[in-house]
């Protein structure tokens, strides 16, 4: 399997994945499903209702499925901002939360009125909801309606980042995930504290409550938990070898990570350790989860929604590989072309190079890859000046890595 350091650690393999990173095979079933859509830029959220599966896009809506994730419609008479960073469902009631505020439908999506007069150009990340209480986490803090939308008030007593990503509920207890760590709020928003002990790093992308346990999913943070509703947070990142989480979801005892390049990681000891879960999963920079039924989908940064069966992805029988597959792009701010060096080792594995750009469209790129000592040049002259990120495949592994193009 190649030279490695004395004493480093190895995953345990299985000799059909051995062979199947030499020599990349078609697999009869894979773990995750390519739901072929809905194809509206990054998928920032995902919310489910029945059979009704609602995508929010960074910018083509909100998009529908009826039939697990199999065909999409695209849901957005009436929204005036197609970029959509979050989803809540509430019986016949759908918001969505825009860069230019919150939305409602009734009608499953057919139709939208704006509900945000009060913080107009309110840029929504998050939105929850407990009772009638609906609280929304924006760009100016939380902002709180009793009346579907109609009115809304601010609550930020005590919450000095104004900056809400994300949003969780438990009882009495309403957890706020901002830049600057958690904040709790025991009164419906109207105090808020501080509640930091134990984290490393303090950018919180998304929260996810079981009974006790409080999960956040931090950016370069990884997952820490709570289990005394946030006083103290402990980190839980064994074998989470992707750090950047943008989500959580939770499914009994099975706690999955979305992560910003490493895919999906699934917990079944409260995040005490991880295992990448990612065979199938050929987008694995994942921006949203949700859990319906017998099913986990997985919201991705290339505009795609792939499906998996939890048994499939939790059961006992699993294959797992080596993660050493990296590689190095140079140089880093470019202008005429980037080099990249996985070296031979892995040169003669590699399937497929794409780059996209930071709206989740896909550039032209080389079709199969041609190395040389491990190196391929790759002209970048024609793209704008902007942020890229570069994809590469070697059988079921797939990284990501960003480069910037100046002019």
Same mark, same amino acid.
């Given at each position: 399997m190649g030279n490695y350091k004395k004493g480093k650690r190895m995953k345990k393999c299985y000799i059909l994945a051995l062979f199947l990173f030499a020599f990349p095979l078609n697999i009869s079933k894979a773990q995750w499903e390519d739901c072929n859509g809905p194809y509206g830029g990054i998928v920032h959220a995902l919310a489910i209702c029945n059979n009704n599966?609602?995508?929010g896009t960074s910018?083509?809506?909100?998009?529908?499925?009826?039939?697990?994730?199999?065909?999409?419609?695209?849901?957005?008479?009436g929204l005036t901002n197609t970029e959509v960073y979050s989803l809540l469902i509430s019986g016949n009631n759908i918001f969505a939360g825009t860069i230019r505020g919150v939305f409602l439908s009734t009608d499953n999506g057919n139709n939208w009125t704006y509900k945000n007069s009060e913080f107009k150009n309110t840029f929504c990340f998050s939105l929850a909801i407990s009772g009638n209480y609906i609280f929304a986490g924006v760009n100016g803090g939380v902002v709180l309606s009793t009346d579907n939308g109609n009115n809304w008030t601010e609550k930020n007593s005590g919450l000095t980042d104004n900056t809400v990503l994300s949003l969780a509920i438990s009882g009495d207890y309403i957890f706020a995930g901002t830049g600057r760590g958690v904040f709790l709020s025991t009164d419906n928003g109207n105090n808020w504290t501080?509640?930091?002990?134990?984290?490393t790093k303090t950018c919180i992308n998304s929260l996810a409550i079981s009974g006790n346990n409080i999960f956040a999913g931090i950016e370069d943070g990884g997952?820490?938990? +709570?289990?005394?509703? !946030?006083?103290?947070?402990?980190?839980?990142n064994s074998g989470l070898t992707d750090t950047v989480v943008r989500s959580l979801t939770i499914s009994g005892n099975n706690i999955f990570a979305g992560t910003w390049g490493g895919g999906v990681f699934l917990s079944t000891d409260n995040g005490s350790i991880w295992t990448q879960k990612n065979f199938g999963l050929t987008e694995t920079l994942v921006k949203s989860l949700a859990i319906n039924g017998n099913n986990i989908f997985a919201g991705t940064w290339g505009g795609?929604?792939?499906?998996?069966?939890?048994?499939?992805?939790?059961?006992?029988v699993e294959i797992e590989i080596t993660n050493n597959f990296q590689f190095v792009i140079s140089p880093n701010p470019a202008s005429d072309y980037i080099e990249i060096n996985v070296g031979t080792r892995h040169a003669l594995s590699l399937q497929n190079i794409e780059i996209y750009n930071v709206y989740?469209?896909?550039m032209e790129h080389p079709?199969?890859? +041609?190395?040389?000592? !491990?190196?391929?040049?790759?002209?970048?002259?024609?793209?704008?000046?902007?942020?890229y990120f570069c994809t590469m495949s070697s059988g079921i592994n797939k990284i990501?890595?960003?480069?910037?193009?100046?002019?």
């Open positions: 599966i609602f995508a910018w083509g809506g909100v998009f529908l499925s009826t039939d697990n994730g199999n065909n999409w419609t695209k849901n957005d008479s501080q509640k930091n002990s134990g984290l997952v820490f938990l +709570s289990t005394d509703n !946030g006083n103290n947070w402990t980190e839980k795609r929604v792939f499906r998996a069966k939890l048994s499939d992805i939790t059961g006992v989740g469209i896909r079709p199969t890859p +041609s190395f040389q000592d !491990g190196e391929l040049r790759i002209d970048v002259s024609s793209l704008l000046a902007g942020v990501t890595k960003s480069f910037v193009v100046v002019k």
